[in-house]
């Protein structure tokens, strides 16, 4: 009898064992970031993010995309349990009152670019610092850009995925393509169906790095409609950008100013009408990034208006700036405005906030991507060389509500249709994310229309020492943000630390994909295809 139970006691015993070390290797990996003192707030160092935290927001105006309400929300465990007027709950839970007050689904910002290498340096934010910047601005999600490693897809998402082990709020990838082959195509296929990646982007610009020709775009559009994922461009003609470029140096213009010369409106509007062409070739869905002027707008108003299934995504930077500041004799001010698209002249700004409001685009961005003064600094002698940039991922929440909300352009649903719900159903994550309603995640924010923000560099918790709304005053802020059912800013006050992030797998086949079937079907059919003919006897 004893003999017989000594093995399974031998069992048990390394069962505990390999439950012990895998229980450490967990902590230990969030334990790191603790010792080394990367994180805000001392509370959340060594607390694990699974722990349960039951929250009641009483009292205030509770806004969804399509409708809000004066009700109470409680959370438990993370998710949303509940939303309806005067919750009763008992000691243990922790109240936030929010009388007169907004409460919001969290912003999600479709468009970063952390820890990202370009132009030969990094980008500053890495996964920590951008996502905590993002926290103090009521963001509480985000996508970034997944860039392939010599062409490998498998090796891009690896090393994403180790940059993203900083994270402390959740984020996805979406994934550039850089060149095409059987292997890019196989690893697209893995993409979304084993990593939770369901957009991919093309870019038509950069010449000499990233930038991809039409015979690229279309066998990668043909792949993305295949998979169900969203083609995405960055629309900007690249060969006559870099022959502006040309331009320019022998004109003797080397400063920041020659970023915006070199690639005018038009460069951006070409690119956009052929991306959107071609897209309508293959009849798959196409998403613009980063749409900075009239003349791409345009195009994708007039694209929209003909039944055509394409997404337009300003970012904040292009709604609220003009081109002005790359003129200002100081190099760094100028430097610090240099990203492509480039900011445009003023008019452009106006127009796109304009088709924000009617429809015309369909959510704000950031392009989220900065360098610090020293970085910029590189291309001191040929703006050529000056990484391509700007912050955002904090202020996104805070200029959207000033600039649109406040002067009346938008109502307060639409606001929450532009910053996260219309993102979250773009990309396949709507309810779960973008909605304030029972079962979906305890992401939230609570918004005081009444209370005023600044925006500095001295303030701000980018690692940038500059920033493009430097002295930017407003009113509607950000109070409190709830991330995954945690309360991470509250009173001017982060509490996030390194590893508490998660990854959010997103599904292929979104909203964008239905009566795709159907269309390619009507085309087939109005073929009239091939014809049967009779060859003449003799």
């Known amino acids: 009898m004893a003999s017989s139970s000594s093995p399974q006691r031998l069992l048990h015993l390394l069962s505990l064992i390999l439950l012990l070390l895998f229980a450490f290797c967990s902590i230990s990996e969030s334990s790191q970031f603790c010792d080394a003192g990367i994180g805000y707030g001392e509370s959340t160092c060594g607390v694990s993010s699974s722990s349960s935290t039951k929250l009641l927001i009483k009292g205030g105006t509770v806004v969804n995309a399509h409708e809000m309400e004066v009700a109470d929300v409680y959370v438990e465990d993370g998710i949303i349990v509940a939303v309806r007027p005067n919750i009763k709950v008992g000691d243990d839970v922790t109240v936030l009152d ?43 999600m985000h996508i970034d850009f997944a860039i392939p490693v010599n062409g490998s897809l498998l090796s891009g998402l690896e090393a994403y995925e180790k940059k993203s082990k900083k994270s402390c709020m959740d984020y996805g990838f979406h994934m550039a393509i850089t060149k095409w ?52 461009v960055h629309a900007e003609n690249g060969d006559a950008a870099y022959e502006g470029q040309r331009r320019m140096i022998e004109l003797g213009i080397t400063g920041p100013e020659g970023n ?21 070739f293959i009849n798959t869905p196409l998403y613009v990034v980063h749409v900075m002027s009239i003349d791409a707008m345009e195009e994708i108003s007039k694209a929209r208006k003909s039944g055509q299934k394409v997404i337009g995504e300003p970012v904040v930077s292009g709604l609220v700036l003009n081109d002005s500041w790359l003129w200002d004799p100081d190099f760094i001010t100028a430097a610090k405005y240099v990203m492509s698209p480039p900011i445009r002249a003023a008019g452009h700004g106006k127009a796109l906030q304009a088709a924000l409001s009617m429809g015309t685009l369909q959510l704000v961005g950031t392009d989220h991507c900065p ?6 600094a590189l291309g001191i002698d040929d703006f050529r060389k000056i990484p391509n940039g700007v912050n955002g991922i904090e202020e996104r929440m805070h200029l959207v509500w000033d600039t649109m909300v406040e002067s009346g352009q938008i109502s307060v649903t639409d606001y929450v249709r532009v910053t996260s719900t219309e993102c979250a159903r773009i990309f396949n994550i709507y309810p779960r994310k973008g909605a304030i309603r029972a079962g979906s995640d305890a992401d939230i924010i609570i918004l005081n229309p009444n209370s005023s923000f600044e925006i500095s560099a001295k303030s701000h918790h980018s690692r940038s020492d500059t920033n493009v709304f430097e002295g930017w005053r407003g009113k509607g802020k950000v109070e409190v943000t709830i991330s995954g059912g945690r309360v991470v800013w509250l009173n001017d006050e982060l509490k996030v630390f390194p590893g508490s992030g998660k990854y959010v797998e997103m599904r292929p086949f979104s909203y964008l994909f239905n009566g795709i079937d159907k269309a390619d079907a009507k085309y087939l059919s109005s073929l009239k295809a091939p014809v049967k003919r009779f060859r003449a006897t003799t």
């Open 98 to 140: 929010a009388t007169g007050k907004f409460v919001m689904p969290g912003g999600i910002d479709p468009h970063t670019h952390l820890d990202f290498e370009f132009m030969g340096t990094q980008t500053i934010d890495d996964f920590f610092s951008g996502q905590a910047a993002a926290l103090a601005g009521g963001t509480t």
């Open 181 to 232: 082959d059987e292997v890019v195509s196989k690893e697209m296929e893995i993409m979304v169906n084993e990593k939770g990646i369901n957009s991919f982007k093309f870019f038509m610009h950069y010449k000499g790095s990233l930038m991809i020709n039409d015979e690229l775009l279309l066998q990668g559009f043909k792949k993305c409609k295949s998979l169900g994922a969203l083609a995405m």
């Open 260 to 280: 915006a010369l070199s690639s005018p409106p038009v460069l951006e509007g070409e690119a956009t009408a052929r991306a959107i062409k071609l897209a309508g």
């Open 371 to 376: 360098f610090n003064s020293t970085q910029k």
